[in-house]
């Protein structure tokens, strides 16, 4: 009767049972919810990268919210298959899309090493980001081509015409975000830095130049001469008044070209510069010089052509011709005083070389080293510690921009010191280094350290 009315013992053991098989499930579906979440995570990581999510301080992609944004300064990277048109017309859609994933298959590894970050894809072209600084966007820019010899040998073998890609880079502070609706939103950068980014990679189908990079990637590089750079022109990008200076990057040009173009390294400089100063007798021997050392030197041939088109028509060619005198712009204005004061008498000093250069009445114009020796032992200091103590983010780089900056006009002033050189061309070369530093840093950089500073600025 006790049994009956109790109940048997393992009366309670299904219940138990089930509470066991119930948890068990639990487990197994939140496990299976945990491996789906992750692989979900990874799917997206391929279209999102985890670097870019921590540039935006995202733990994870689903934290990641329409309009979230961040500023950096970044290089940037823009690549492009050469004659891509008429090689995609000649394959089959699917041919296209093996052909273009084979080939970015080969160049995502070599930028992931190099600490770059692929931004997006846009058919054939690449757009990487390099937060860590100029050095790693060159030297993985260096490692594409590398790439790109060893792919090319591989299509050969198969039967297959080799491809050229053309690299231009870039460097400048960006704003990463994102942007779209509510149903639709992608990662993006925006800035000036990536619309000179894009000019630049036009730029090497101009001069059959592989790897450009902008003066203001050489200003980031910690140690440009572990590269082999030659100025190569100033370009000038729609909206802007003043252009900018271009370098050919040629590292990776077949050992005889490279060693050649080494050779002729200040011979081309200084054929460029005359050309930009428009005297063609004296840039034409020296072109001459570097195509019979060099024969496959491209940039110097281009050079020579536009030196005999602009004899037998009267036009000048280049890109970018610099402009006789600057003007003051309200929009140049920092906001603190004894910056815009310095840039003002810093723009008079510009515009009295130009002077010069232009009537050619140079025999004076070392006398802006003094001038620009106090400039920056005034002006630098005072912007590294107000940097310093607001701690501007960018603090590093902009010191190092004004170090690089001591560097380049002391070099100028030695050789014009020594006096073997031709005044006219040292002019020349010192004009075009205070219009890009005007242009780039005094009224850029400058202009963006100080609203950061007032925006911060202690109640």
Known sequence: MNKKAGGDDTSTNPTQDNIQEILHKVIIAHQQALTLLQ?????????????LLHLLEAKSIVDVKLGDQVERKMTILF????????????????????FINSYLGQMEPVISRHHGIIDKYIGDTIMALFEKGADDAVSGAIAMQERLDYYNAGRIRAGYEPI????GLNTGVVMIGTVGGINRMDSTVIGDAVNLTSRIEEATKTYHAPLIISQNTLYDLADPKKFDIRFLDRIRVKGKSQPLSIYEVFDNNPEELRNSKR????????????????????????????????????????????????????????????????????????GLPEVDAAHHVLMEHINTLSAQIDQNDCGKFADIFPFLA???????????????????PFADGHA?????????????????????EDPRYLAFRTELLLLDWFSSHATKADRHFSRSLLQNKPK
């Open 263 to 334: 050779e002729t390294l200040e011979i081309f400089e200084k054929a460029v510069a005359y050309y930009h100063l428009k005297d063609t007798e004296k840039a034409i021997p020296l072109l001459r010089q570097c195509i019979d050392i060099s024969p496959e030197d491209f940039p110097a041939l281009f050079y020579l052509e536009r030196c005999y088109e602009f004899q037998a028509t009267g036009q000048h060619l280049g890109t970018g011709e610099l402009q006789t005198g600057l003007a003051w712009k309200e929009d140049q204005h920092t």
């Open 79 to 98: 690549s492009d298959i050469r004659d891509f048109t008429p090689l995609s017309e000649s394959m089959t859609p699917t041919e296209n899309f093996e």
């Open 39 to 51: 692989q979900t995570e990874a799917a997206y990581s391929r279209l999102i990268p985890h670097q």
């Open 164 to 167: 050229n890609v053309g690299i």
């Open 374 to 392: 106090q400039h920056t032992q005034q002006l630098f200091p005072i912007e590294e510690k107000m940097m310093r103590e607001r701690n501007y």
């Open 400 to 420: 190092q921009e004004h170090k690089r900056f001591i560097e380049n006009f002391s070099e100028l002033e030695k050789k014009a010191r020594i006096g073997k």
